[in-house]
């Protein structure tokens, strides 16, 4: 199975459904490390439903499940475990509950539990959801820096009062695949909103109104005080200061250390812009949140009316005992206003020109363009959402600007659009043409060639973007051909292309000799180009024509090559167990289907066999058919030429998702001898 969830509690593992070809799971494994035995526990009770992509974590003896996928809708049940009378229980919470996701992240803070992200993706992924296990009431806390991150099936850990997302992301079959960076976020932040935002008592909290929202600007609004200290703090800060202006709180350089370390404990360091010093050197600007500023100005901190014993028992500890306990957001509060700061704009910030996002540009100047020749403004409907970079060259979809009024400002368009992408050249993608030679139709829109070189996992690829296609998408099968060992062996690529494959056989993996098959004048052309860009031309045969009458085969005990040229004679010279065999591995990277190639790739291996990469797309309901008859086909060939061959299935990698249910699929099928 995969997409199942797995906690540990005590000595033992528990696992819940997943997916297989045989469905999505319902069933409860547990595995006891001691004994490292499995059981399975009969459904009783409020048994959750069959899912995959869900969440599960372990609070002393409880498991907790959230979410996945049942095959038809995304889920929002929450469920608990007793690992103790092994019965499950479905969980009454109060607030509101997570939207339905699966593919998402789950953790346990204290005594919270978090989720994060997942699919489908909303606006607003930036939310962590909160469930406080004591009262069971769900909040949720808005987190800017979770903004720009696509958190699908990405991992997260808890190290102290830090939360660490990694990794994760999606895929587009048109696109490639978008990759998130990490990110990390203070939970302790989180826990003082939580006390700051609810009663202490149970029965305030029972009664509080369960479709409430938090972000970290809300705070708690009935009940508090604040002090003089922090008054002060709010008379300057709300002194001439704009609610979108970005600011700095100012204190003299003596307090530096320590207000920055309570600054960046609680989040209100704006990491985005830098510290530094006043003109005269005598204060230091901190670039501050809003969050820290609403906190301050709203008066609705919870803080003690009398501070003096709060600053003559916290102000003389020691710095670093200080910042190492776990002081609370009051206490902070009130150590920052005895510096006697202030506020004020951060007119370096303000002096920059906001940033704008590529595609806000572009909208502004096709708008203006429009509207200056008169045209529909629906026509905005056409703009691009997303492109790809292939080297200098920015892709546009074949989507995008297909209404045939844009021809009239055709010019004038493409020179716009490039300036808002900072694009040195604009094409749009055009469909792969269904021929043989699968040429691409890349429209060069702004820039006078095609030619490009596009670095990739440390290879370089040189191609003309117009002419052939280059697919991002394979980025992760190019990868792993990359990380084979093929120190001893000979390859023979039957869909050479400009090298997608060839140049990871050589540059990475090794690999003594590759036979590289193309019929596609383009792909040949950008082909020998790269290997000699790579150093890898020695080690290189490049074979023009149909790999069906131009591969490398074993006839009797002697190599037959229906093209001979200077580097073919040169291999078979070097290498004479040639006469025993030809390749130990066949690559045969062609989509939709290289079954046309299946018996060419046989008589290719050498006569002990070796292993065939067979791609194919594949509807995701057909795969495990697929599969069979690959591996059925294989020893049928083999069979007919007389080969005493066993073929498994060594290995299914599954690339990308091509189309909707339509997989790209790779099959490692070995082959040897009885």
């Not at 050589?506 to 290997?531: D, F, M, S």
């Not at 060939?637 to 690339?655: M, P």
């Amino acid at each position: 199975r995969h997409r199942h969830a797995a906690a540990a509690a005590a000595l033992k593992i528990y696992v819940f459904g997943g997916l297989s070809n045989e469905g999505i799971y319902s069933c409860l494994n547990i595995l006891d490390t001691e004994s490292m035995r499995w059981n399975v526990i009969s459904a009783a009770g409020e048994w959750p439903c069959a899912r995959h992509s869900h969440s599960l974590v372990s609070y002393g003896s409880t498991l907790f499940m959230f979410g996945g996928h049942d095959g038809q809708r995304a889920l929002n049940d929450f469920y608990s475990f007793d690992t103790t009378t092994l019965s499950w229980n479905k969980e009454i919470t109060s607030g509101r509950t997570p939207s339905p996701r699966f593919s998402h992240c789950m953790f346990i803070y204290k005594h919270y539990i978090g989720i994060l992200g997942g699919c489908p993706i909303r606006e607003n992924n930036q939310e962590i959801a909160l469930l406080h296990l004591k009262h069971r009431v769900w909040f949720h806390v808005s987190i800017p820096a979770l903004g720009q991150c696509l958190c699908v099936r990405s991992s997260s850990v808890v190290t102290d009062d830090d939360l660490v997302v990694i990794g994760g992301g999606a895929s587009c079959y048109a696109f490639g695949t978008k990759f998130c960076q990490p990110v990390k976020i203070d939970l302790h932040l989180l826990e003082s909103v939580f006390e700051l935002a609810y009663k202490k008592n149970d029965n305030a909290v029972q009664s509080w109104d369960a479709t409430y929202t938090m972000d970290l600007k809300e705070r708690e609004q009935n009940g508090t005080f604040i002090s003089h200290k922090v008054k002060s703090m709010v008379d300057a800060a709300t002194n001439g200061i704009a609610g979108s202006d970005p600011l700095v709180f100012q204190l003299e350089k003596k307090y530096a250390k320590l207000a920055k370390d309570i600054l960046k404990k609680f989040g209100w360091l704006d990491l985005a812009r830098k510290v530094r010093v006043s003109q005269d050197n005598v204060l230091v600007l901190f670039p501050v949140s809003r969050n820290f500023h609403t906190l301050v100005t709203d008066q609705h901190s919870k803080l003690l009316d009398d501070d003096s014993c709060i600053s003559k028992g916290l102000l003389g500890c020691p710095e670093k005992k200080l910042i190492g306990d776990s002081i609370a957001l009051h206490e902070a509060l009130e150590i920052l206003s005895s510096f006697h700061g202030s506020f004020l704009k951060d007119e370096l910030a303000l002096s920059r020109k906001a940033y704008k996002s590529p595609q806000i540009i572009m909208r502004e100047l096709i708008s203006s363009l429009l509207e200056r020749k008169g045209m529909p403004s629906w026509l905005l409907e056409q703009l691009p959402t997303r492109w790809e970079t292939l080297g200098d060259i920015t892709v546009l979809p074949k989507t995008c600007f297909k209404d045939l009024l844009w021809e009239s400002v055709r010019e004038e368009l493409w020179q716009l659009v490039a300036k808002s992408l900072g694009a040195q050249r604009l094409a749009r993608q055009g469909k792969i043409m269904p021929n043989g030679t699968r040429d691409s139709t890349l429209e060069l829109l702004v820039g006078d060639n095609g030619w490009v070189t596009h670095y990739e996992n440390g290879i370089s690829y040189s191609l003309d973007a117009t002419k052939c296609m280059f697919s991002s998408g394979n980025r992760s099968e190019k990868l792993r051909m990359g990380q084979l060992d093929c120190r001893d062996e000979v390859v023979v690529d039957l869909f050479s292309g400009i090298g997608y494959f060839v140049l990871p056989f050589l540059v990475k993996a090794n690999a003594k000799l590759v036979y590289a098959c193309e019929w596609n004048p383009h792909a040949l052309e950008a082909l020998q180009r790269n290997v000699m860009d790579n150093h890898v031309a020695d080690r290189c045969v490049i074979l023009e024509g149909d790999n069906r009458l131009t591969a490398p085969k074993v006839c009797g005990e002697h190599i037959s090559f229906v093209e001979l040229n200077t580097c073919t004679m040169m291999a078979a010279y070097c290498f004479p167990s040639f006469n025993q065999g030809v390749a130990d591995r066949v690559c045969l990277g062609l989509i939709p289907s290289s079954e046309c190639s299946w018996a060419t790739a046989v008589r290719a291996l050498r006569v002990g066999g070796g292993v065939l990469h067979i791609h194919g797309n594949v509807n995701d309901s057909d795969e495990a058919r697929w599969l069979d008859n690959v591996v059925e086909s294989i020893s049928s060939i083999a069979t007919a030429r007389g080969l005493s061959w066993k073929v498994s299935l060594e290995h299914v990698e599954r690339v990308k998702w091509y189309g909707p249910h339509i997989r790209h699929v790779v099959a490692d099928v070995r082959c040897g001898s009885n």
